[in-house]
T-cell receptor, first 113, second 113 residues
Framework: NAGVTQTPKFQVLKTGQSMTLQCAQDMNHNSMYWYRQDPGMGLRLIYYSASEGTTDKGEVPNGYNVSRLNKREFSLRLESAAPSQTSVYFC????????????FGDGTRLSIL | GQQVMQIPQYQHVQEGEDFTTYCNSSTTLSNIQWYKQRPGGHPVFLIQLVKSGEVKKQKRLTFQFGEAKKNSSLHITATQTTDVGTYFCAGCPSGDSWGKLQFGAGTQVVVTP
């Protein structure tokens, strides 16, 4: 009964490096989301996928790309990491968009030097 | 920008005291959700309110949705150290039930024994 699984849990990158954050859910949810959390800023939506095959920008999409690989998996890619992208990244899923509770993964703590 | 505002941003409470945190929206909401994030953890869904004036209780926590559906409150009685964490509210703009959930920046609660 894993829920939402994120990998890796921690990562340190150098400026300019690229990496992909992985997220998978086993609840047969249609919608998936990527957030970043910075002190005092709450949760800011980066990208979301309302259903398999669709993705859309959230509040802070610049510097990121996403792929909805299948219904279970939704990845977030940083093509050229910048120090401003140092943050905690959360993946979440819900049965559908909107008025459905979101289930969050444990997060990825990413530091960019 | 963020349309859901939470006050206070930070709340320091003595164990055993009561406190209230507030969530205000610039637009009418179709629903309000509350989440709790323990230090170092991920947000966990607590409850959802959808009706004007609705009040729900979970043990020592009382949640209220305003009559105009533009504000909400979370009241905790007899605060315990287990209440430590950040409480987020989130809602969907009215008439947009399938839209993106908008999160507030959260109220960080610190409890002193």
């Amino acid at each position: 009964n894993a829920g939402v699984t994120q990998t890796p849990k921690f990562q340190v990158l150098k400026t300019g490096q690229s990496m992909t954050l992985q997220c998978a859910q086993d609840m047969n949810h249609n919608s998936m989301y990527w957030y970043r959390q910075d002190p005092g800023m709450g949760l800011r939506l980066i990208y979301y996928s309302a259903s398999e095959g669709t993705t859309d920008k959230g509040e802070v999409p610049n510097g990121y790309n996403v792929s909805r690989l299948n219904k279970r998996e939704f990845s977030l890619r940083l093509e050229s990491a910048a120090p401003s992208q140092t943050s905690v990244y959360f993946c979440a899923s819900s049965p559908r968009e909107g008025r459905f509770p979101q289930h969050f993964g444990d997060g990825t703590r990413l530091s960019i030097l | 920008g963020q349309q859901v505002m939470q006050i206070p941003q930070y709340q320091h409470v003595q164990e055993g005291e009561d406190f209230t945190t507030y969530c205000n929206s610039s637009t009418t909401l179709s629903n309000i959700q509350w989440y709790k994030q323990r230090p170092g953890g991920h947000p966990v869904f607590l409850i959802q309110l959808v009706k004007s004036g609705e009040v729900k209780k979970q043990k020592r926590l009382t949640f209220q949705f305003g009559e105009a559906k533009k504000n909400s409150s979370l009241h905790i009685t007899a605060t315990q150290t287990t209440d430590v964490g950040t409480y987020f509210c989130a809602g969907c703009p009215s008439g947009d039930s399938w839209g993106k959930l908008q999160f507030g920046a959260g109220t960080q609660v610190v409890v002193t024994p």
